[in-house]
């Protein structure tokens, strides 16, 4: 049974830095995107930031310049680096991954930047 398990998150001030990671375990043949979306309060969940298997990359508006998306094939793990954090990034941040043409999400992990 594949799994995504993210750590990271956490509470930080505004302007500061907090990294991500999420790593996808199991019988895994092959994984397409790998992604993070978040979710505030309120609103709909949405698309942070996206990675292929070969590398390129996709950021939502608001997160472009500040966030950093990557991943590490051998270990089935990818990142999100996240500097000059705003209040409004505020959100349940939860890590998306296409393996073996299967839709996989993490359970979310919180973060809370504070003005």
């Known amino acids: 049974q594949v799994q995504l398990v993210e750590s990271g998150g956490g509470l930080v001030q505004a302007g500061g830095s907090l990294g991500l990671s999420c790593a996808a375990s199991?019988?895994?043949?092959?994984?397409?995107?790998m992604a993070w979306y978040r979710q505030a309060p309120g609103k709909q969940r949405e698309l942070v930031a996206i990675i292929t298997n070969l590398g390129s990359t996709n950021y939502a508006d608001s997160v472009k310049g500040r966030f950093t998306i990557s991943r590490d094939n051998a270990k089935n793990t990818v990142y999100l680096q996240m500097n000059s954090l705003k209040p409004e990034d505020t959100a349940v941040y939860y890590c998306?991954?296409?393996?073996?043409?299967?839709?996989?999400w993490g359970q979310g992990t919180q973060v809370t930047v504070s003005s």
């Open positions: 199991g019988i895994i043949l092959s994984i397409n995107t």
């Open positions: 998306n991954a296409k393996i073996d043409y299967f839709n996989y």
